[in-house]
């Protein structure tokens, strides 16, 4: 059964707009972390931004931030004033205990920030 | 030093060659991966090293063999491979491996190999 899952296959943005990334997740542990990733067309899996399941406020890194909805068991990314550089494939991921920890990816979300 | 570095960066092999992959890092992490990525599809996880101990193979085909020298090496060893092996393969590390929901994993930038 899918764990992780990311509805929008590809998605276009005006730089300087907002962009979110949808991604809903499937588990009954009640211990998991919610990680998203970043990959350009280098390969490189750049992290970005970590939600524990129990933390009670949003996690926010600079222009990324998390709305983390637990009830509904979605954990989608805002990227805020787009940039040029932020086209890329981004990843959301889930790592829980009753998977022995390993990092369970969504299909990801290709994002293109036109100017 | 948060980088995972990976050695070659492209790699282009015949079905009959032995190759090896390599993947080194400086951060004291004693968990490592290796991932294989296919164009447009998420990493999918091979085999995981805990203190220099294989301790996840996720039934990968023994053509395939890991190896952990020390806790800073990683290698992967690639020996008869078939055309459909031809993947971006992704390192990582992370502090620990079975233990704990927040463990950052921190990639490199993979290998691309194409198998002829």
């Known amino acids: 059964a899918q764990k992780i899952t990311q509805t929008q296959p590809g998605m276009f943005v005006q730089e300087k707009e907002a962009v979110t990334l949808d991604c809903t997740y499937d588990?009954?542990?009640?211990?998991?972390?919610l990680f998203w990733y970043k990959q350009p067309s280098s390969g490189e899996m750049i992290f970005l931004i970590y939600q524990g399941s129990y933390d009670e406020q949003n996690a926010t890194e600079g222009r990324y931030s998390l709305n983390f909805q637990k009830a509904r068991k979605s954990a989608n990314l805002v990227i805020s004033a787009s940039q040029l550089g932020d086209s890329a494939m981004y990843f959301c991921?889930?790592?829980?205990?009753?998977?022995?920890?390993?990092?369970?990816f969504g299909a990801g979300t290709t994002v293109t920030v036109r100017a | 030093d948060t980088e995972v570095t990976q050695t070659p960066k492209h790699l282009v092999m015949g079905m009959t060659n032995k190759k090896s992959l390599k993947c080194e890092q400086h951060?004291?992490?004693?968990?490592m991966y290796w991932y294989k990525q296919k164009a447009k599809k998420p990493p999918e996880l091979m085999f995981v090293y805990s203190y220099e101990k294989l301790s996840i193979n996720e039934s990968v085909p023994s053509r395939f063999s890991p190896e952990c020298p020390n806790s800073s090496l990683l290698n992967l060893h690639l020996h008869a491979l078939q055309p459909e092996d031809s993947a971006l393969y992704l390192c990582?590390?992370?502090?620990?491996?079975?233990?704990?929901?927040?463990?950052?994993?921190?990639f490199g930038q993979g290998t691309r190999l194409t198998v002829v």
């Open positions: 991921a889930m790592r829980e205990a009753f998977n022995d920890y390993k990092l369970s």
């Open positions: 588990t009954s542990d009640q211990s998991y972390g």
């Open positions: 951060m004291g992490h004693r968990a």
């Open positions: 990582a590390s992370s502090q620990r491996a079975g233990t704990g929901v927040s463990t950052e994993a921190f």
